[in-house]
């Protein structure tokens, strides 16, 4: 079940019907790193250079070659930055797709359903920044565990395979339960969420691919959700008259 989830979410990524919001998340990606890389250049740059000149006498009679000079490291200075921001970014751009991909996979691989309702978008800012901040505790995570040998990959996994099953998971939930049932749902059926969490951890930990992991993560629990609730039809009848979860 878990990895034919996997399977079908990761065909579905260069699907026609998904081509687009790729492109969509990877353009608008590339133009806020882009505006993001200039503005942070020439706030250097104007903070810089007065501070060089008080601190070097004379600095402005030369204070267009300083300015190209610095420019230079700036930039390359601030493009390494980014580098290590550009999961973060892509994770914040895609967190608002995340529906269209839902939408997609529920209307093509499940059309005999109900559709699940898009999440308000007081719920999708929330969500997205959850994922923005599972992604950047992720990649902290990540860089502060290799310098533990023994146990950094392991934790690496169990963070990531915890954090992302969870959120990208209650994300799929709700487009067709209530918050607190969907993650009443999520929580009967943990080890699972967990154990696709990891697959998740997996793509997450590819370079360059893991800019694909929200409309990757998304696919897949939307395909975990809807076979999970075929297999456990009778959880909503059971939370209804108070039963044991």
């Known amino acids: 079940m878990i990895f034919d989830a996997a399977r079908l979410s990761f065909a579905n990524l ?12 990877l353009g608008l990606t590339l133009l806020a790193l882009v505006g993001l890389w200039l503005a942070l ?5 104007y903070l810089a250079l007065p501070w060089l000149d008080g601190l070097i006498p004379g600095t402005a009679a030369w204070e267009g070659w300083l300015a190209f000079v610095i420019g230079i490291f700036a930039s390359l200075g601030i493009a390494l930055a980014l580098a290590l921001l550009l999961a973060p970014v892509t994770a914040l751009i895609a967190g608002f797709f995340l529906d269209d991909v839902a939408e ?52 690496f996994f169990l963070v990531n395979g915890y954090l992302l099953g ?3 998971f209650e994300f ?13 749902f ?14 998740l951890a997996a793509f997450l930990a590819v370079p360059l691919l893991n800019l694909l992991t929200p409309l990757f993560a998304a696919g897949m629990m939307v395909h975990l959700h809807k076979k999970l609730s075929q297999r456990d039809p009778a959880f909503r009848q059971q939370l209804s008259q108070g039963a044991t979860l």
């Open 41 to 45: 250049r020439e706030l250097f740059i």
């Open 166 to 168: 969870r959120e990208f």
């Open 104 to 155: 997609v996979v529920e209307k093509r691989d499940y059309a005999q359903e109900p559709a699940g309702r898009p999440l308000p978008l007081r719920e999708a800012i929330a969500g997205t920044i959850n994922f923005l901040g599972v992604i950047i505790a992720g990649n902290i995570v990540a860089l502060f565990l290799l310098l533990i040998p023994g146990i950094n990959l392991i934790a």
């Open 186 to 199: 999520r929580a009967k059926h943990a080890g699972t969420v967990f154990m696709a969490g990891l697959i």
């Open 14 to 25: 260069f699907a026609p019907e998904t081509r687009s919001v790729f492109w969509k998340v």
């Open 172 to 184: 799929a939930a709700m487009r067709h339960r209530p918050p607190a049932e969907a993650r009443l």
